[in-house]
């Protein structure tokens, strides 16, 4: 015989409910947030929409994963299937109708999962939607979103969900250009956020008093304004500018773009002497 919830036990069950969607909502958002500092050196909207779908992506396979309990070899394989979905926007000029992954698609994004990196740092912004670059801030936001939801959902302590929005937003600095794109004032933001979440989860904020809750959000949005105006403006450096690009031999001009010069200006004037060949042997000078 089943007997209805004690009354008691009812509050707990609520705040389980509804605990559980924001758990999800709040360390997905960070990580996206966090990846916005890389937007300078992409400037496509084609950034945007494949971050957006990178983090759907791993947030839902972080909470499939912990509702059901997953070990490590099928959260492997669930990501890797994240990452085939995913390749669509990795690589949109592949893509049918430029979002739904097609075997070049999972082809591009699985050799950009390894030369993408040194890549996104040679090539000058910005870098657009070309193939693979696009797999850095994929990457990133699913393999971000799925451990910041897991750790939210697995763990009781909160504060390990906000590791990865953190690594994600050292990650993007790394990975930007040195025109910054309010670094600042979104880590300000999402710290500030992440704490207040950690604080609700733990049970520490009391929604009874909301003057203190208006007090604490006005203070990180004063900081975070106050970093926006106030913050650093020197060069700041950035991997792509340690980073040495590989040398282009296209950068420099090649021989043969100046033997048309020879015949137009220089027909009649004795450029080298050559001994010891019959008359009217021609000479190689280019190949």
Avoid at 248 to 277: C, E, G, M, Q, T
């Amino acid at each position: 015989m089943t007997y209805p919830p004690r009354r008691r036990d009812l509050p707990a069950r609520r705040r389980e409910t509804t605990r559980r969607p924001v758990d999800v909502a709040v360390p997905a958002v960070l990580v996206a947030v966090a990846i916005l500092p890389m937007w300078p050196a992409y400037a496509t909207a084609r950034f945007a929409i494949a971050v957006l779908l990178a983090v759907a992506l791993g947030a839902a396979v972080g909470t499939v994963g912990a509702r059901q309990r997953w070990s490590s070899v099928p959260m492997a394989g669930a990501t890797l299937a994240g990452l085939v979905l995913a390749s669509g926007v990795a690589a949109p000029r592949l893509a049918l109708l430029g979002l739904i992954p097609t075997p070049a698609t999972v082809g591009a994004t699985a050799i950009g999962v390894v030369t993408s990196w040194k890549q996104a740092l040679t090539v000058a912004a910005p870098l657009g939607d070309v193939e693979p670059l696009l797999t850095v801030p994929v990457m990133v936001g699913l393999i971000g979103a799925l451990l910041a939801t897991s750790f939210a959902l697995r763990f009781r302590q909160a504060g390990w969900a906000l590791v990865p929005p953190a690594a994600a937003l050292v990650i993007a600095i790394l990975f930007g250009t040195v025109e910054p794109l309010l670094p600042i004032p979104l880590g300000l933001v999402g710290a500030g956020v992440g704490l207040a979440w950690a604080m609700w989860r733990a049970g520490r904020v009391d929604q009874r008093r909301p003057l203190a809750l208006a007090v604490m959000a006005l203070a990180f949005a004063v900081g975070g304004l106050t970093g926006a105006w106030w913050g650093p403006t020197e060069h700041r450096v950035v991997l792509r500018e340690v980073v040495e690009p590989p040398l282009d031999i296209r950068a420099y001009p090649s021989p043969l773009a100046a033997f048309r010069a020879y015949l137009k200006d220089h027909r009649d004037d004795v450029l080298f002497r050559v001994d010891n060949l019959p008359p009217g042997v021609p000479i190689r000078l280019a190949a």
